[in-house]
């Protein structure tokens, strides 16, 4: 089993509609859950962090942790084209450990 | 800004040849890193480095080596490039701290060996 599990997609959705996005992992040292965000052609970029269950929000966006089974997620409110990208789940065990990565989920928001 | 800029967007090189990836970091970061970005297998990570001249194996280190002589600046060596390296490769670096101290990532260097 690998250690994280994402939906590759591709996942595709009208403007305006709530997107969920979401991770499995199979570790339980791991304490600390991002979500990257990946346009074409370009870099990885964070986007959100947490490190506790429970929920984060940050504007349209909200991530989601449930340690118990294992499970994350990203929810994005009201999606616009603008949000169309790869969205990375990332994880660690704490600042001396490398972070692992899922595969990513390709996003289009369709005007 | 933090500006992580890898030195060529894309490169298409021959078996065999010795290829350089260079790297440079604008931000003081300690913590430097080189991932593969493959369509299926998500980031795999290379090398990393967490000062100047030290390196320590990522996941899939074999038929690779880095330098890194200036803390601003990673190299990352293929001796001997081969098809199955063909591949996009992101650098990026990191300032050690909290565990969410995010990665900054370069663009990539979309490498191409025929």
């Known amino acids: 089993q690998k250690e994280v599990e994402q939906d590759p997609g591709p996942l595709s959705v009208p403007e305006g509609a709530i997107v969920s996005l979401n991770c499995t992992y199979s570790?339980?040292?791991?304490?600390?859950f991002m979500w990257y965000r990946q346009y074409s052609r370009k870099g990885p970029e964070l986007l959100m962090y947490?490190?506790?269950?429970g929920n984060k929000e940050d504007g349209r966006f909200t991530a989601q942790v449930d340690k118990s089974s294992k499970y994350i997620s990203l929810f994005i409110r009201d999606s616009q084209p603008s949000d169309s990208a790869t969205y990375l789940c990332?994880?660690?065990?704490?600042?001396?450990?490398?972070?692992?990565f899922g595969k990513g989920t390709l996003l289009t928001v369709n005007p | 800004d933090v500006k992580v800029t890898q030195s060529s967007r894309y490169l298409v090189k021959r078996t065999g040849e010795k290829v350089f990836l260079e790297c440079v970091q604008d931000?003081?970061?300690?913590?430097m890193f080189w991932y593969r970005q493959d369509p299926g297998l998500g980031l795999r990570l290379i090398y990393f480095?967490?000062?100047?001249?030290?390196?320590e194996k990522g996941d899939i280190p074999e038929g690779y080596s880095v330098s890194r002589e200036k803390k601003e600046r990673f190299s990352l060596i293929l001796e001997s490039a081969s098809t199955n390296q063909t591949s996009m490769y992101l650098c990026?670096?990191?300032?050690?701290?909290?565990?969410?101290?995010?990665?900054?990532f370069g663009n990539g260097t979309r490498l191409t060996v025929t």
């Open positions: 990332a994880m660690n065990r704490g600042s001396n450990y490398k972070l692992t």
């Open positions: 570790n339980s040292a791991f304490q600390y």
């Open positions: 931000m003081d970061h300690e913590n």
């Open positions: 480095s967490y000062d100047v001249k030290m390196k």
């Open positions: 990026a670096s990191r300032s050690p701290g909290p565990a969410v101290s995010p990665l900054h």
């Open positions: 947490t490190y506790s269950s």
